[in-house]
């Protein structure tokens, strides 16, 4: 029984901000590897500025989507086009797709888009497509400071394993109760709010 | 739905002067019901999938089981104005109370589509389906009403005085039946508008976007103003309430309020940022 739990992978991501420098590698990797079209993105990179000069500040919030455990566009699609795979990637089948949207509209983290060129709801797979062939997503291997982490967390040598069982972390939307895979180590309270920040804080400022 | 339960209620009345109203209201609903899907699959990417619906369902979601009220609706629907049409009271009884529930859930599974989207902080509220159920009400009484308002001065020169006063006389209850619902539905939005105002971050956004934003022109001015309020203080003058004049600019009034509603509760909830 313990071998069995041990074998089924259960991929996530980390994404260390205390490393990122908001260059947008990850980014331009995921259109180049994904072929996502002009004007939607599979994966993106917040930046916010906070404090007046001379004490002003940068930070950086890298978006995809997060593989939620309770994932609710599996929940809401009509024709179970979506699904989440044992391995923990939240998958799209693109033949099944009736393009209502209503998972663009229940996902909280706005990871969806419709695909301009052929109508149909695309999103992030953790590079699904490298990884069964032992490669990490193209995020993950572009990123020049080393900020992005994939494993599997069932896996406790996997780096990823241990730097959550050391370090505090935060994930987008704890409230949602979607149990995200993506989590953040140092992320700006501020970067994690919508729209760049609370009326409060902008009022402090 | 204000078309189907008014026709539904007239039938089970059983009275003469009812019936009208009966027929008005279930060839009403089919005429709307006929021309629904056709823009809910014009708005779908991919039309030619639209099968996958009824092969591929999934029970947890609420666009599956309203594939099937909308589909079972319609039917129902032809068969209990076919018997209203025809007279024929019983069977047009028994159809009707049938298809009454199912008339609750086409209007109210478009609210549940709504409230359990958890992605959008307008939308995931429990009050979604009852305020669509309402406001469909509202907006079918205000339809028969100017319909009958119509019929009324058009259509019945053949009838003797006392028909025409019962005529009146039945319109003015729909009147009184739909101020009664619109005071329901001012009540909903104001109280979905407080939670908005007192809950989380983007729930006080979207409080903003109506009351202080873009949407609040379309929200403030013609779903509240032109759509509530202005009805509402028309209505309690006698003189308006009574005159077919004024029941047909209030009505039309009503379903600009409610138009606009619809469209703020569905594009102005997707215009709240989400990152």
Known sequence: MEK?????????????????????????????ENRVPLGVFRSWVKIIEKGRYPNITRHFLP????????????????????WKQEDGIVIIDEHRCIGCRYCLSTCPYDARYVNPLMPIVQKCYFCHHRIYKGLEPACVEVCPVKARIFGDLNNPEE??????????????????????????????????????????????? | MGFYSTSVMATLLEKREW??????GAVGALIILAIAPIFLLIDLNQPLRFWHLFFYLNPFSAISWGTFFLTSYPLIGLIYAWHVLRGNSRPAKIWGLFG????????????????????????????????????????????????????????????????KATDLRIINKLVTTMIIFLIIELFLMASDLAVLANSKTEEYMTFELLTRGDWAPLFLGVELTLGGLIPLLMLSIKRIRLHPIGQCLVCVFILCGILAMRIIIVLGGQSVMLH
């Open chain 1, 4 to 32: 069995k739990v041990m074998k089924k992978k259960r991929y996530a991501m980390v994404i260390d901000l205390r490393r990122c420098i908001g260059c947008h590698s990850c980014s331009v990797a995921c259109k180049a």
């Open chain 1, 63 to 82: 978006s995809l989507c997060n593989q939620c455990d309770h994932p609710p566009c599996v929940i809401n699609c009509p024709v179970q086009a979506t």
């Open chain 1, 159 to 205: 780096e990823i394993t241990k730097l959550l069982s050391k370090h505090p972390f935060q994930v987008l939307k704890p409230e949602m109760n979607t149990h995200p895979m993506v989590y953040y180590i140092a992320a700006d309270l501020v970067a994690l709010e919508a729209r760049g920040g609370a009326p409060w804080m902008r009022m402090r400022e």
């Open chain 2, 19 to 24: 019936k009208p109203i009966g027929k008005i």
């Open chain 2, 100 to 163: 009454f529930p199912i008339a609750i859930s086409v209007h109210g599974y478009t609210g549940f589509i709504l409230s359990l989207a958890k992605g959008r902080a307008f939308w995931n509220t429990s009050l979604n389906p009852i305020l669509f159920l309402v406001s469909a009400m509202v907006s079918g009484l205000a339809l028969i009403i100017i319909i009958g308002n119509l019929r009324y001065y058009f259509f019945t020169k053949n009838e003797n005085e006392e028909q």
